[in-house]
């Protein structure tokens, strides 16, 4: 993928949530099982995955187009905070960290420093990334629907 990229797009799981390291690893792993087995792609499709513990797991990575939203894969890095936020918001850990994601990769130079930050439902049909937890994002920087 051509970094630095214009958008990033913010997804949920619409699963279970977790709250420590093992269980966030555990749903992580999961979640990697289902692209692979399931989808039959080769990795997890976002580039990361957000606990509810603050913990990053990486998917894709900053330089590996991704399988998370049609027509802005190639242009885009996909956080996924893990559980399903449509009448609650992720823990504050979880949005501070993919916060600091994003502000990481404009600093390293994957992400533009005037990028786009979209909800999933933005650019597909699709209730992601729950209404609750979608209200939210439109306060974040540089949100555009």
């Not at 893990?82 to 994957?110: D, E, H, M």
Request: proline share 3%; charged share 10%; hydrophobic share 30%.
């Amino acid at each position: 993928m051509t970094t630095p990229v214009t958008y990033v797009i913010v997804h949920h799981t619409a699963g279970s949530s977790c709250s420590s390291q093992s269980t966030c690893i555990t749903q992580t792993k999961n979640i990697q099982s289902y692209h692979m087995d399931s989808n039959g792609w080769c990795d997890i499709g976002y580039s990361f995955l957000v606990g509810g513990d603050g913990s990053i797991f990486e998917g894709r990575g900053w330089t590996s187009v991704g399988a998370h939203a049609p027509n802005y894969n190639s242009n885009s890095i996909g956080i996924n905070l893990i559980g399903t936020f449509t009448s609650t918001n992720p823990t504050t850990a979880a949005q501070n960290a993919a916060k600091n994601l994003i502000s990481c990769g404009v600093t390293r130079g994957y992400i533009k420093s005037a990028y786009i930050l979209k909800g999933h439902r933005n650019v597909t049909a699709t209730e992601c990334p729950g209404n609750t937890f979608y209200n939210t994002l439109k306060t974040w920087p540089r949100f555009q629907a």
